[in-house]
């Protein structure tokens, strides 16, 4: 480090310096503790206890299904159990109200009637509650008759991961230090950009105000206005900038203080800065809302792994390979503004969602609506979630495809995926990229084979079979391809292009500028070579090869021996479900190798695809002779080898954030330049000019539109080997005031044909062999360009008018 810690720096300001209502005070009080998980999330894990139990329209009726003891029970009234969950009993409450009753007609006393009302009423409002909990039909395992002891697991679990990721996120930052500046600097890149958004909202008059200045945003796409609502996928900046002015205006009308500001020393002839702590400072409610989302699903991904396991042990499993692999799980504690740290959560709710609807013979409205509001809460932060569904859908199709599950459920399935993506594409303001998606062309062409398939197909042959498959697989795939490049060209769009040529370039030795930006980072790089050897360590990938191989085995009895297993009448292995997870796990597995950024969604998968070594549906043979628990145990044992070695590694990375460059760069933006002065250079640091200058930018890190690509391919025209006078031309095009020039993106490359002059190279031809301009820039500006400010990082470059 290149300073130390500066923890033990902090100095309580002057009494009148003190922000946020929590000014003075004599030494730092640690932050308050973690609010507890919101009553809405309670809600919704108490409605996954009702799953496992048959859906009643009374509860006797449910009372007389479980036994002759359980129908006794019935005809008293549900007294004993309900009693059980009261304070002091309500089963004793009615004893007492009964003898009120007999006591009444001797003149007892009024308050007996009261208490026997308020049993009475309350009774009636826990049958309610149970009822409509069983009726809507989620989600735990049939068998777990101990619903609590599963739900306080899943909370302890979410707690755990909470706290790690906070610490983790602490410990590489100390964030908790940071002046405001250096905390909107620690957003890098995009990150920076979304944050800006949120600020935005948190800065303005009013919510509305901040709302309506992000849909007619004047400062990211200078001179373009956009709605930020349609091009970018800020919902949850809206929605979690609602909450923060929602609690910091609701605890000062109760006068309670939201944040403690203090000095902090930073040494090294530094000048001090005031760091605040609490959740009234902004970006500390930012990070804190993102790590509860993400502490909340590591207990859906503990109920997930219960359900689909059939055994607690599963979800324990589970949670378990998920903290040994953490590092390959996640990178939420590294980057927390990203979109997949919003987006995944609500994919392993959807999952969780399919996995209860594939497994339910009969399936409920209400099942297929949570379907598709989990879809719409998974598609609206990500702009990449559109690709996991088309992989969802046909991994779906694919069950469908083998017979394990039939064309209704198929359908309504499709139904649920299509309004979600209507409601999607709504309220993203007609934004074209969801209907001229792949994802949306296979809801089409699956939709269009369910209704002809019947009429056609099956004529030309007899019976389902390896023809029947092979038609309808390649009818999909052809129809998908040929309905979207159709959907293109009627839309007029090319903003998602890029994925197709980003492929090619994966398969093929394709590339182009844009590609190659692609291509060139780390994360859209195929996978690393060690992350097999992780996965082995800690044998996360054995136990899932297992698992996976057992699958495929009962499969193919079930769909090529089908006929042979019933006349022998031996078990018929019909779980369309597990082969589900099975396909998904090809497809993540297949997303993972080509881009090494897509092992959050691969990892988290083997780690739910590890619990099915308790299903008794693939090991009941095994269970029979050892038990789930002691099975388990001793696996964990096993991986707790590497996986500890692992955690250990990540709780010894300890940090500071400081980027001294960068602050000098962007206070001198703010103190030398007018507000109105536009700015161009490379894309991760134009969003933090954006974002902590508040000046107007011509390009940012969103690479998914097609307008902005072509202003990114101009604006790095710097660092080409093209003439000077036509860079400044360019630019003045755009109009541009100023441009950010960073030397050493001239020489570094990630790997060879990477740096950006060779990336140029691929286009422009004309000019390869040249001096790059960056190279001429950085020497001496002169006569197209005049250099206002440098440091050993920075160089900034005002584009002469003359």
Not at 14 to 20: F, Q
Not at 134 to 149: L, M, P, Q, V, Y
Not at 409 to 438: D, E, P, R, W
Not at 529 to 534: E, H
Request: include cysteine; hydrophobic fraction near 40%; aromatic fraction near 12%.
């Amino acid at each position: 480090m290149g300073r130390p810690r500066r923890g033990l720096a902090k100095k309580a300001p002057p009494p009148s310096g003190g922000g946020g209502g929590g000014g003075g005070g004599a030494s730092p009080s640690p932050p308050s503790p973690p609010p507890p998980l919101p009553q809405e999330g309670r809600r919704q894990q108490r409605g996954l206890s009702g799953a496992g139990e048959p859906e009643r329209s009374s509860p006797s009726r449910a009372h007389a299904e479980k036994g002759p003891a359980a129908a006794a029970a019935a005809a008293r009234g549900l007294q004993q159990p309900l009693g059980r969950q009261l304070p002091g009993g309500a089963s004793s409450a009615m004893k007492r109200g009964g003898g009120g009753r007999r006591a009444a007609k001797n003149g007892s006393p009024r308050p007996e009637e009261q208490r026997e009302r308020l049993a009475r009423g309350i009774r009636e409002c826990q049958d309610w509650l149970r009822a409509y909990l069983n009726e809507t039909g989620i989600f735990i395992a049939r068998a777990d008759s101990k619903i609590w002891i599963t739900l306080i697991m899943a909370a302890v679990a979410g707690i755990l991961h909470w706290c790690h990721i906070t610490a983790l996120f602490e410990n590489d930052r100390h964030f908790s230090h940071l002046s405001t500046l250096e905390r909107e600097m620690a957003f890098r890149t995009e990150m920076g950009l979304y944050y800006s958004y949120f600020k935005t909202i948190t800065e303005a008059p009013s919510f509305l105000n901040g709302v309506w200045t992000i849909m007619n945003d004047k400062l990211t796409e200078y001179p373009l206005v956009i709605n930020t609502l349609k091009r970018f996928n800020v919902y949850p900046e809206v929605v979690v900038g609602f909450w923060y002015r929602l609690y910091t205006e609701t605890m000062n009308v109760m006068g309670i203080p939201t944040k403690k500001c203090w000095t902090v020393n930073r040494g090294e002839d530094l000048s001090p800065v005031e760091s605040c702590e609490g959740l009234g400072d902004p970006a500390s409610f930012y990070v804190a809302m993102i790590f509860l989302l993400n502490g909340l699903m590591v207990s859906i991904f503990f109920l997930y792994g219960t359900y689909l396991s059939g055994n607690r042990f599963g979800g324990l499993l589970t949670v378990a390979c998920y903290f040994f692999n953490h590092g390959e799980s996640t990178r939420v504690m590294w980057t927390p503004p990203l979109r997949e740290s919003f987006s995944y959560p609500f994919l392993v709710v959807q999952m969780l969602l399919l996995t209860y609807i594939l497994r339910t013979q009969n399936v409920n409205r209400r099942s297929l609506i949570a379907l598709s509001v989990s879809n719409v809460f998974f598609m609206l932060p990500w702009q990449f979630a559109q690709f996991v569904l088309l992989t969802q859908v046909a991994s779906v199709f694919g069950i469908y495809i083998l017979g394990l599950i039939d064309s209704s459920k198929l359908q309504k399935i499709l139904y649920a995926h299509m309004a979600s993506l209507g409601v999607c594409f709504v309220l993203m303001f007609g934004n074209s990229m969801l209907l001229t998606s792949y994802y949306a062309a296979f809801l089409v062409i699956s939709w269009g084979i369910l209704e002809l398939g019947p009429k056609y197909i099956l004529k030309m042959c007899s019976r389902r079979g390896i023809s029947v498959w092979a038609i309808e697989g390649f009818s999909c795939f052809l129809g998908t391809i040929t309905l979207k490049f159709l959907m293109c060209l009627i839309f007029g769009t090319a903003d998602d292009a890029h994925i197709s040529n980003l492929l090619k370039a994966k398969f093929t030795g394709y590339r182009d500028f844009h590609t190659s930006m692609y291509t060139c980072a780390v994360e859209f790089d195929f996978m690393e070579k060690q992350t097999p050897v992780k996965y082995m360590k800690t044998l996360l990938l054995p136990v899932v090869l297992v698992v996976f191989s057992v699958i495929v085995m009962k499969t193919f009895q079930h769909v090529v021996c089908r006929k042979e297993l019933s006349e022998r009448q031996e078990d018929n292995f019909n779980h369309g479900e597990i082969v589900y997870h099975a396909l998904q796990l090809i497809f993540f597995t297949v997303l993972a190798i080509l881009f090494m950024r897509l092992k959050l969604f691969l990892t988290p998968h083997m780690c739910i695809m590890a619990s099915l070594i308790c299903s008794k549906q693939l090991f009941g043979w095994l269970f029979s002779k050892i038990q789930p628990g002691t099975l388990v145990l001793a696996i964990l044992a096993m991986m707790a080898f590497e996986g500890v070695a692992n955690l250990q590694r990540e709780w010894s990375i300890v940090g500071e954030f400081s980027n001294l460059p960068q602050e000098e760069l962007l206070l001198w933006i703010k103190e030398k330049t007018k507000p109105d002065a536009v700015f161009a250079g490379p894309m991760p640091t134009m969003a933090s000019v954006k974002l902590s200058a508040l000046r107007p930018i011509v390009n940012h890190p969103h690479y998914e539109d097609a307008g902005l690509r072509a202003r990114t391919k101009t604006v790095y025209s710097m660092y080409s080997r093209k003439p000077a006078k036509e860079v400044k031309r360019e630019l003045l095009k755009l109009g541009v005031n100023y441009y950010i020039l960073e030397d050493s993106w001239c020489l570094r490359r990630s790997k060879p044909g990477c740096s950006m002059p060779e990336i140029w190279d691929i286009e422009d031809t004309a000019n390869a062999g040249k001096v790059p301009l960056c190279t001429l820039m950085s020497m001496d500006s002169r006569p197209y360009f005049r250099t206002v400010f440098n440091n050993n990082i920075y160089k900034v470059l005002e584009v002469t008018r003359e």
